[in-house]
């Protein structure tokens, strides 16, 4: 066993970089690191309010965090992230790129944008911006700056579509015609691949500078969706449910800890057995 068993998850004093931390999944990762000790950066956009979320995870778990508003598909708001990291901190440890516009399956914008045939290319370049660019520019600034001190960790944020095609039966609704039927847009898969592709890239670069990367698929959240879609979509799911908004956090603190040292490269599928079926 080892010896230091009851301390493989301990993070403590460790900085670690959440973007789209104010968000849904994001505030749970850096709860899981408050939690764990560490001190969790929440980097989000103004309208999200990363620095009254840090200061309630510093209140509530008694560790120091920081909110950060930071665009993370300008090089150069990530750049000044990083000088506030080293003026504030002296190091960054961790970084989750968890960012993503998530595109909606319904249309809002015109009867017809989420299907294929007229999916605006505006979209698809803001869809990609934050979710690849950003994740991209993130691990560029942060995880060189890891590299030159020998130790870091990089997880990104896929899904279980990264690994599988939308079901595009779960989202029908009936009485619409077929060409009006809303669907799971193309970014998101797209986006979501790359997200499991980049650690694939950036683990053997960085593997002899302490640098590890990894991906985690999750599966879907419970967040109140319709009855029909969750009946359609349990159907699917070998454990028969969508996730609680916590079951990512054991995962997540195991990709950032010590506890995953041998790990490197990969994709942690955490989906309820959806893509054995
Ligand atoms: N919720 C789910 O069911 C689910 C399932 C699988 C994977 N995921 C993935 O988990 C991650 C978090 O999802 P969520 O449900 O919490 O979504 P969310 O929309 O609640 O959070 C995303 C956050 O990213 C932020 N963001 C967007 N653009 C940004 C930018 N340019 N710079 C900085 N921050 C930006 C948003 O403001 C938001 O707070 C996403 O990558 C998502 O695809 C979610």
Redesign the pocket.
Known sequence: MHPDAQNLFDLSGRVAVV??????????HAEAIAAAGGIPVL???A??DPGARAAELAERYGVDALGST????DRAQVATLLDTLLERFGTVDILIN?????PKVEPTDGPEWSRLESFPVDLWDADL???LT?AFLCSQVLGTEMARRGKGVIVN?????AIIGPDQRLYRQEGLPEEQQPVKPVT?SV??AG?VGLPRYLAPYWADRGVRVNAI?????F?GQPEEFLSRLHALIPLGR??NVDEYQGAILFLCSDASSYMTGTNLVVDGGRTTW
């Open positions: 973007t789209g931390g104010a968000g849904l999944l994001g505030f749970k980097v989000d956009l309208a999200a930071t665009d993370i598909t968890n960012a993503a516009r998530n911006a934050v979710g950003g944020i896929a899904s279980d579509l998101y986006v979501k997200l698929s999750p599966g879907g959240v967040a969508m996730a």
